[in-house]
């Protein structure tokens, strides 16, 4: 490099600030330093390239070493600013003990004593470093030495408080400032309203927010940006709303990119996506350029929402702006066609993202669930081993290809998927066994089901809830109501806690063997543990309590279910009026039917089938075909189950004459 020879330290400055890229930054600093055996760099130099180094990749940070070296060599004699900047870069790499060698020997290597500014890097330092015991003997040494803390240091300070959750110490030293008056500024501020957010407690950080104002003291764009943020996370829009309106309405501070990100992620996240749009629109008004974040949120809202067109437009804007979509997007974008069933335009983004290399395991999660729920099981198997040689593949891809064998009846196959998880040092978890064995137990293959649940300690997972409900409503929906008990039995013993869905099953197997004492013993249990039955587990045991005769119980339940404020649909209505004309008692199981009308349910074709059967077989045949009529008069059509009847009546009523 001839042309750089005879280089000056002002020229060499001014070439170093034209190169962008800081490789060849690096190169050319490196080419100057050797031009010739005499010359020297400018401390402008070597912060420039410092600096440079400092906000770096860790490899570039590496060269940082030799540059201080070679001003100690040089004998440069550089102003503090230099020496703050590589201790800076040393604790943003994580290299506190680094940071606190060139503060100790900043002369030697400098040129320059350490003034408050430096000090306070340092005690930043041990805050970065999470060495909070050194901080309070450091700020002793201080003020040991004469030295006069200033703002930066209390800041420092609070930050330490915050970090060790010690909000009130925090707010203590925030008031010390000003009776010390050092006049606290936003960063002073802006630290404490960040750490209470973070914590949750948004009414304490408005509190410190609001104080800005009545102190003085402007809030900056990041104190707005951290209270929205906040308040989103708690899914409170409209307070979120309520700060961004005072940021708006503000004229000393304006919404930057970030901001505008906060808010529109904020919006899609909790399903307000319209005025996300509407945010994003106000941002371009104002000349803010949309980034990946902002493209990324809107099309994962729009996808969330159901609004697939709306997100493709978005993503198509995107790429026409020149945004460079990441794999975040695309499977966004990707989740939102499959969810949507856009098979095609699944497979020409999948065939986009190989090409641009932005495939990840969450990639291949999503399509594999559109191949596996899509009918192409064939090509998602097909496609497996290059998942695999990939490293792209987890449970979940597994969990795809074992439910979609199920869904065939392929459980040979599905079984040997498990054995394949293994192989690839993938460890099936409970969903993969509670799969299959709802596999076994589809294909009437209760046998196998519980031979894979006994296999399961042995196979380092052992069973959960979800694997005991499963064997247990295959078992009580094949009228092995005694094995399934047995499991209830078990599923205690070994400490587990039956859950709704546990008893909703136990008492649907127990009123179908007619066991009506044990359903009803299990019944107080359920009160007992605190749940509360739903209208599905009430019309299981009225229908229990019907089938053997006991339709006054079933009705005492009836009246209950409005005391525990659980609301009858028709199928609990239908359940008592069939119970009521099984015994006999048509007058009672018509004032259900009033019932029914009075509090504004709409019979069904099975409420008239039950009417009319009823009535028939009390040789009430005109009031029946009243019923009839009174169907046909409301467009419900009859059934074969309905002329049945009729028909049945009608001669049963003739023999009798």
Known sequence: ????????????????????????????????????????????????????????????????PRIVNLIQTQKCLCPEDVALTVIKGYTKHSMPQEALHVFQDMVNLFGCQPGIRSYNSI??????????????????????????????????????????????????????TWTSGLNPDSRSYGTLINALAKDGDLVAAREVFDEMFERGVLPDVMCYSILIEGYFKKRDCVMAK?????????????????????????????????????????????????????YSSLIHGLCEGGNVEGAERIYREMIDSGVAADVVTYNAMLNGFCRAGKKQEAFELWEVMKIRGCRNVVSYNIFFMLLCNSGYLNKALQMLGEAEYLGNVDAFVYSSMINGLCKERRLEEATDMVNRMVKCRCKPNHHIFNVLINGFIQSSKHDHAIQLFREMDSK??????????????????????????????????????????????????????????MALSLWSQVLDEGFKPDVILHNTLIDGLCKVGKVKDALQLYLNMKKSNCVPNLITYNTLMHGFYKIGDCDEALVIWCHIQEYGLKPDIISYNITLNGLSSCNRISEAVEFLNDALNRGIKPTVVTWNILVRAVMNDGTKR
């Open 242 to 294: 309520e700060v961004f309106d005072l940021l708006v309405r503000s004229s000393s501070v304006f919404p930057d990119v970030g901001t505008y990100n906060v808010m529109i992620n904020g919006l899609c996240k909790c399903g307000r996506v319209d005025e996300a749009v509407e945010i994003c629109n106000r941002m371009k008004k104002n000349s803010r350029e949309m980034n990946l974040f902002t």
């Open 123 to 176: 005690l930043n330092t041990f805050v970065e470093s999470n060495q909070f015991d050194k901080v309070e003997d450091f700020f002793n040494y201080i003020h040991s030495i004469g030295l006069s803390p200033n703002l930066q240091t209390y800041n420092i300070l609070i930050k330490v408080s915050c970090r060790k959750k010690l909000f009130a110490n925090a707010k203590k030293l925030l008031d010390w």
């Open 460 to 517: 380092g997972c052992s069973p959960n809830i979800i694997s005991y409900n499963t064997l247990m409503n295959g078992l009580c929906k094949a009228e092995r109501f005694s094995e399934a008990s047995s499991f209830m039995k078990e599923m205690l013993e070994k400490g587990w806690k039956p859950d709704m869905i546990t008893y909703s099953t136990l008492m649907n197997g127990l009123c179908r063997d007619k066991k009506i004492n």
């Open 1 to 64: 490099m001839a042309s750089n020879r005879y280089l000056s330290p002002k020229q060499l400055l001014q070439l170093l600030k034209s190169e962008k890229n800081t490789h060849s930054a690096l190169a050319l600093f490196d080419s100057a330093t050797h031009q010739q055996p005499s010359y020297t760099h400018s401390h402008a130099v070597f912060h420039h390239i410092l600096r440079r180094l400092t906000n770096s990749d860790s490899k570039l940070f590496s060269h940082v």
